[in-house]
């Protein structure tokens, strides 16, 4: 597509409830990235593809978080048992993955509107 | 580990001057600077970024920033600030060597423009 679609925009749910929020990175970007932004607040890493796999998983909160890309294209993140503290915007974005890093550092993230989470 | 620090929450300057908005960052290696600005529910746009060469870059609505490796800062300036320009604005530092693809980002500072 032109841009990052990311669904839903908005999802209110109820604390202990699962969340599925979806990310369409722009087509032939192969990295894909998830961010969380609070209230205030710049936006937080949380994960990292290249392809299908996660290059680097190290800002999930904790094993109630997990993300997939199964066919190197759509991602899901998925948040079990959610609490009010997981309220946030999810944040995607894609870009151009090389395998160089030195390259791809230089890679300009497009980020989606986000998702609005509200966990009440 | 790498990590960006905006130390002005807000920035107010009346339009038609110039506008500067701080950053400094902290990497093990050679960094990647970036700034982002988000306007009110709207995602995250790209300005500008310097990899490597003129420490002086220019980027897009007029803004430019200025690489200085001495002060580990990437200032964001622009000569004549316009009330549009209102938002929010982002550093952010990747330490392509250490960390990989993964983008940090500072805190945000809030610019207004007023009339």
């Known amino acids: 597509g032109a841009g990052v679609s990311q669904t839903p925009s908005n999802k209110v749910t109820e604390k202990g409830k699962y969340v599925e929020l979806r990310c369409d990175p722009i087509s032939g970007h192969t990295a894909l990235y998830w961010y969380r932004q609070s209230l205030g607040q710049g936006p937080e890493f949380l994960i990292y593809f290249q392809g299908t796999g996660a290059a680097d998983d190290s800002g999930l909160p904790n094993d109630r978080f997990f993300a997939v890309r199964p066919e190197g294209s759509v991602s899901t993140l998925k948040i079990q048992r959610t609490e009010r503290g997981d309220s946030a915007v999810y944040l995607c974005a894609s870009s151009l993955g090389l395998p160089n890093p030195r390259l791809s550092g230089a890679n300009v993230l497009t980020f989606g509107a986000g998702s609005r989470l509200t966990v009440l | 580990a790498q990590s960006v620090a905006q130390p002005e929450d807000q920035v107010n300057v009346a339009e038609g001057n110039p506008l500067t908005v701080k950053c400094t960052y902290s990497v093990s290696g050679n960094p990647y600077l970036f700034w982002y600005v988000q306007y009110p529910n709207r995602g995250l746009q790209f300005l500008l970024k310097?990899?490597?060469?003129?420490?002086l870059v220019k980027g897009s609505y007029g803004f430019e920033a200025e690489f200085n490796k001495s002060q580990t800062s990437f200032h964001l300036k622009k000569p004549s600030a316009l009330v549009s320009d209102s938002a929010l604005y982002f550093c952010?530092?990747?330490?392509?060597?250490?960390?990989?693809?993964?983008?940090?980002f500072g805190q945000g500072t809030e610019l207004s423009v007023k009339p």
């Open positions: 952010a530092v990747r330490d392509v060597y250490n960390q990989g693809g993964k983008l940090i």
């Open positions: 310097y990899i490597t060469g003129d420490n």
